[in-house]
C-alpha cells in the first residue's frame, strides 16, 4: 500500500543541477529497495540508479555515471543530478521493493512507484 511521491523537478538549463526527492507520507523508505528511472516522450521507462535496503548504489544507465547520485537521508531518497544535459528531458520516477535481490534494472521488478516528477532542460 506505499504510495510514493517524486519532487523537485522543473525547469532548469544545460550544465545546471537538481535535486529529486522520492518520499511516501507515513512511511520511511529505509527498508526499500529504490530505484530512479526516466522516461522520455515516446520511450520506455529506463533505469537509472538504485539503492539497496543496505545501501549499496548500482548505475544502469552509462548516460548519467558521474553526473546523477542517488542516496538517503533521513526517510527519504534523493537524486542528485549534475551537469545537467538537453537529453535528461523526462518524467522521472522512483520505485520501490522489499524483495530479497535487491535492486534492478527492470521497471517490472519493483512494486510502488510514484507519478513522476517532470524535467525539462532548456536555455
Known amino acids: 500500500q506505499l504510495q510514493l511521491v517524486e519532487s523537485g523537478g522543473g525547469l532548469v538549463p544545460p550544465g545546471g543541477s537538481l535535486t529529486l526527492s522520492c518520499t511516501a507520507s507515513?512511511?520511511?523508505?529505509?527498508?526499500?529497495?529504490i530505484g530512479w528511472f526516466r522516461q522520455a516522450p515516446g520511450k520506455g521507462r529506463e533505469g537509472l540508479q538504485c539503492?539497496?535496503?543496505?545501501?549499496?548504489i548500482t548505475t544502469y544507465a552509462d548516460s548519467v555515471k558521474g553526473r546523477f547520485i542517488i542516496f538517503r537521508e533521513k526517510t527519504t531518497v534523493y537524486l542528485r543530478m549534475n551537469n545537467i544535459a538537453a537529453e535528461d528531458t523526462a518524467v522521472y520516477y522512483c520505485?520501490?521493493?522489499?524483495?530479497?535481490?535487491?535492486?534492478?534494472?527492470?521497471?517490472?521488478?519493483?512494486?510502488?512507484w510514484g507519478r513522476g516528477t517532470q524535467v525539462t532542460v532548456s536555455s
Open positions: 520505485g520501490a521493493n522489499q524483495r530479497g535481490y535487491g535492486c534492478s534494472r527492470y521497471e517490472s521488478m519493483y512494486d510502488y
Open positions: 507515513g512511511f520511511s523508505l529505509d527498508p526499500y529497495n
Open positions: 539503492i539497496s535496503r543496505s545501501d549499496d
